[in-house]
């Protein structure tokens, strides 16, 4: 199937898409918290804190700067390829194929952190795109995109030994589109169309449902940790809530980009010493609670092996099996892998896109 260049324009925004009624959207999602099932809200001990639960960074010890923090990711080694030919070679052939879902994402976010505070510069892209039928005039197309650019500032105060408040504030700019195309639809409003005219339509009427604005989002998280003795975990239990009131944006030259909705988000880890420089780690999470979705959807649980200078991971997200593992040369360098699955479908296992990451940090003394 042929696509145009400029039906393509809304992909390379760094597009993203999903089943209208089935991806869960989150705003941000880490490698190493993926990797543990994306359970890691009441963990939060290392530079994605900000993004998961700022009252962690009140248990911060020391100064750290991730001079260089790059995320890369997509749904397979195949789709970076063709993306790679499309960016650099202009060549748009079979970049998107018809029912293989396309994902991919580009993070960077240089970040200081020191106990009670951090700061952030960062563009957060990710992109999605699913045609499902290889003839386009009974296809159906699913797409969600976003790109930002913005500052995050976030606080972390201890209230007490066991109980800490943090809060997050972004400024961001966003480019975004949030759209469920069906061509028959489509043809019906428009009138019997050609196929290089039914390209220009659909471009067209996307264009109609996009924008870029600016907008200022909040996050407020709690965490309480509980000593159980000598022998035994130390358990932490926290609450989130992103995106307070939702986050809406004043649209730039044209629409406004579709608003966040505020997500309540709570968890729980077990953390277990295992020796000099080792713990194991246990998370549980529920998150977009009070939300119309199935239970298993909210689900998030992980298990982590973390020594000094590396760490392994596993877990469950939305029901799917996630792992990793990271690679840590101390003070300058720290490297993340990841594989992990969404839930597609409006229920339960009904259509899994899987997701490979890669995460390069190198500074001074990285978290």
Known sequence: MRLTFKFLLVVLLTSGSAFADGLVREPYEGVRPTGMGNAFIALADDANAPWYNPAALARVKGTHFNLFDFTLGADSLGTLGKFNKAIFDGDFNNLISANQPTDVRFTFKPTFITKYFALSLYTNSRGYFNIQDSNIFNATADVYAFSDIGLQVSVGLPISDYFSFGATVRGLERSAVDAHLTTLDLLASLGGLTEAAFETAAYDQLKKMSGTGYGIAGDVGALVSIPTGKNGPMVQLAAVVQDIGQTSFT???????????????????????????????????????????????????????????????TGLSQGYFSYGASFELLPHTKVHFTSYADELGSGWHQSAQRYYLMQLSIGFNPL
Do not use: C, Q, W
């Open 251 to 313: 649209p730039i030259g044209g629409n406004a980009p579709p608003p966040i909705k505020t997500s309540y988000n709570g968890g729980i880890a077990l953390i277990y010493d295992a020796g000099k420089n080792a713990h194991f780690n246990f998370a549980f999470d529920l998150r977009h609670n009070f939300e119309s979705i199935p239970f298993a959807k909210m689900t998030h649980v992980g298990l982590e092996y973390k020594h000094r200078f590396f760490s392994l991971r």
